[in-house]
């Protein structure tokens, strides 16, 4: 979930009715599993056999191979998930679209595109202190220390003196003698690293401060992945520096008074012109083939959790699916779609490039940091709900992320079930495995956001607060095959039982919405009740309440949209109504 491609609440907020997903756990019991229904019981063939079969572990080794590499739209390690991706495509089944006969259910397609930029790869980097053995960094251990779009050095490195320049400002630049020189800043590297190259400078060695919730001055040697502009004269390059490689330099500078301080740096990077991929895999639904429903994983990010994660627990995802429709488990009536590409431009491509297709898109979810492991991450399991009551009024067990988020206006509430039906579905996985499962209030970012642009219900399953997100330390240690299968059984689950879409399926979303409703108007309630007792305004809490009960009756409504065939809802809707009216 890159910072850099986030999109902004109110590029969302442009959604038609129909949006919004349900509450977060506002209620103890939101967050902890409560007794399967009866009722449900509807979801358990589906849901059973995809819990059974579902593979952590394998996911974890898919994790494993993808994490290794430096991914970027078009590079080779980007290129390489993609042939991983696809090459289990084909063990699990699907065939290429373009040589499937016209029965086949289970196809593929690798979508290719010409880029505007060249590709950039890194494949190696050191940093050494002239006269030591071993270097303060290496592309090994510290793979994000190459600043994206750097060029290389000369093959064996270069060794050159060390001008520290500050934070790097024009008038530091002015007082400083840094041509043929490697030049060390504090500043930002965006600024820094072309003043430093039209100086004459060699190369950059640069510092970066990381946000609070990466607890930098515990991990030293943390570094964040990101860009310099890209200099097609010059072809310089700049190197990350941690901010324990940063101390060990300020001390060597200290000590070498009597003569210039030197360090051999060595990049390798490759610039080349190829084409960005896309794998899309889908399972042809059987009576509604038009009608999708779509999860997206991106690739590019070097991290292990951000986001080979996803691209893991999707391949397995799409294993499973493949096994259960093979089998004669799940028929689904509606085509289910699997997509690898680039962050949100993937995504938005497949909902734009095609009218008729985006059409028959009925509902969306991401799947971006997915495998943490929590008791080393310190991040939690997270469903990010699209904008409903809880992104206007956050309270309760409703918090935003440390990501950031704010409180949206009440008019951008549009009532919807989803939210809690994807809850629910996590909460079956919990009942097993004692799962943690939790909620935030609207954010975007990520793969979701194209869908809720483009008026498609949507949902972002992921991990935070991680203190090693977008840094180097987040590696395959970091990630968990239970939580790639607790995601992936939930996921999948959700993603089945919608696409088969039967009237048993239907009447049971809707009982189980009903009493979704029912707790989440009792818990704001409580809290109104706790807000009034400390000099709240009544009106105020009036209103908080009954936006719930408006919200939930509006979701009524929408619940048909699950039927595949012809539903007769209305003496069933009616009775939910009435429980959610009544629900105090």
């Given at each position: ?20 997903l ?27 056999a ?19 590499y ?100 024009e008038?530091?630049?002015?007082k ?7 030049v ?8 820094v ?11 950059l060695l ?41 101390d ?25 012109t190829?084409?960005e ?6 399972i ?9 429903f779509?999860?997206?994983?991106h ?29 004669g ?9 699997f997509l ?110 194209p ?39 939930c ?14 399926i ?56 699950i ?7 209305q003496?069933a ?12």
């Amino acid at each position: 979930m890159p910072s850099f491609l986030r999109i902004t609440t109110a590029a969302v907020l442009t959604c038609a009715p129909g949006l919004l997903l349900a509450q977060r756990p506002a209620a103890p019991s939101a967050s902890r599993p409560a007794s399967a229904s009866s009722s449900q019981a509807a979801f358990v063939p589906i849901s059973k056999a995809v819990h059974a079969a579902i593979d952590g572990e394998r996911a974890l080794r898919t994790v494993d191979y993808v994490q290794r590499y430096f991914r970027l739209p078009g590079n080779r390690g980007f290129d390489f998930a993609i042939d991983t991706v696809a090459s289990l495509l084909r063990a699990a089944g699907y065939v290429r679209e373009d040589s499937a006969p016209a029965s086949a259910r289970l196809v593929y397609r690798v979508e290719s595109r010409p880029m505007a930029n060249q590709a950039w790869t890194p494949l190696a980097a050191s940093l050494t202190i002239a006269g030591r053995s071993t270097p303060l960094q290496q592309f090994s251990t510290n793979l994000n220390m190459i600043a994206i779009n750097s060029g290389s050095t000369p093959e064996g490195g270069v060794t050159a003196e060390l001008v520290d320049v500050g934070t790097g400002s024009e008038a530091e630049f002015a007082k400083a003698s840094v041509a043929g020189r490697i030049v060390m800043s504090t500043g930002s590297a965006r600024a820094v690293f072309p003043r430093a190259m039209q100086a004459g400078a060699i190369g950059l060695l640069n510092t970066q401060k990381l946000p609070a919730y990466n607890q930098q001055e515990k991990n030293t040697r943390a570094i964040q992945f990101t860009s310099v502009p890209r200099d097609t004269i010059r072809q310089g390059w700049t190197i990350f520096i941690s901010s324990a490689s940063y101390d060990s330099l300020r001390a060597a500078l200290s000590t070498s008074a009597a003569q210039p301080l030197r360090v051999k740096a060595e990049v390798r990077t490759l610039f080349e012109t190829r084409p960005e991929l896309t794998v899309v895999a889908e399972i042809r639904g059987r009576s509604r083939a038009a009608e999708r429903f779509v999860y997206s994983a991106h690739v590019q990010e070097p991290g292990a959790n951000d986001n080979a994660s996803g691209v893991g627990a999707l391949a397995e995802m799409a294993r499973v699916a493949a096994t259960l429709v093979k089998s004669g488990v799940s028929n689904p009536q509606r085509t289910v779609t699997f997509l690898w590409g680039d962050e949100i431009r993937s995504t938005d491509r497949f909902l734009k490039e095609d009218s008729v297709r985006r059409a028959g898109v009925k509902w969306g979810m991401s799947l971006d940091m997915v495998g943490e492991n929590t008791d080393l991450t310190g991040g939690s399991f997270l469903i990010e709900k699209m904008p409903d009551p809880s992104a206007v009024w956050v309270r309760g067990e409703d918090e935003h992320s440390e990501w950031g988020g704010k409180p949206l206006a009440e008019k951008d509430i549009r009532a919807h079930w989803f939210n809690d039906f994807v809850r629910q579905r996590c909460l079956d996985r919990a009942r097993q495995t004692q799962w943690v499962v939790k909620a935030n209030p609207f954010e975007g970012g990520s793969d979701h956001t194209p869908f809720l642009n483009a008026q498609i219900p949507a949902v972002l399953l992921w991990h935070f607060t991680d203190q090693f997100y977008h840094t180097d330390l987040d590696r395959i240690g970091m990630v968990s095959p239970k939580s790639l299968a607790n995601v992936g059984a939930c996921a999948l689950s959700t993603g089945l039982l919608l696409a088969d879409g039967s009237n048993a399926i239907v009447l049971a979303a809707l009982d189980e919405l009903a009493g979704v409703a029912e707790r989440t108007i009792r818990a704001q309630a409580a809290l109104s009740a706790d807000t009034l007792a400390r000099g709240g305004n009544a009106d105020t809490e009036r209103h908080i309440v009954d936006t719930w009960r408006a919200y939930y009756l509006g979701a009524i409504d929408r619940i048909g949209d699950i039927a595949v065939g012809p539903a007769n809802l209305q003496a069933a809707s009616e009775r939910a109504k009435a429980r959610v009216r009544a629900a105090k």
